[in-house]
Each structure stands twice: as structure tokens, then as C-alpha cells.
């Protein structure tokens, strides 16, 4: 399976609709960034859309939008 596109609403950290596009052209993919910036919230979105694998709705939804 070939991923083109994330997108995310509203996912832990990240607020409203966020869409990476993913380069058809590489092979490798390097996700960097700050602590905290959401590098491993994006693996277990992922996680979760591929595997079912999730945990509480409280845990999975960005704060502000569950405000």
C-alpha cells in the first residue's frame, strides 16, 4: 500500500484539518521536528487508521476542539 496523502482533523495536537502530501518520487521519509511537535502522534494516527489500535476518545481528540 502507497500513502499519498495524511489528513488530520482535529487529532491530538493538531487543530483543525492539517493534510501532509507525501512525495511520490522518495522512498524514505523523515518526520522531524521540536518536542511536542506531534512526530509520534502522527505514527499512531496512522497506527490507528491502518490497525484499529486506539485508545480513549479523550486521548485521541485535540483538546480545544473537545472543549
Known amino acids: 500500500m502507497k500513502i499519498n ?3 488530520l482533523f482535529n487529532y491530538r495536537q493538531y487543530c483543525n484539518e492539517q493534510v501532509i502530501n507525501i512525495p511520490e518520487n522518495g ?3 523523515i518526520i522531524r ?3 511536542g511537535a506531534g512526530k509520534t502522534n502522527l505514527i499512531n ?3 490507528w487508521c491502518l490497525y484499529n489500535e486506539k485508545t480513549s476518545i479523550k486521548e485521541l481528540i485535540n483538546d480545544k476542539a473537545l472543549n
Open 33 to 35: 521536528g521540536e518536542n
Open 27 to 29: 522512498k524514505i521519509i
Open 45 to 47: 494516527g496512522l497506527t
Open 5 to 7: 496523502k495524511i489528513k
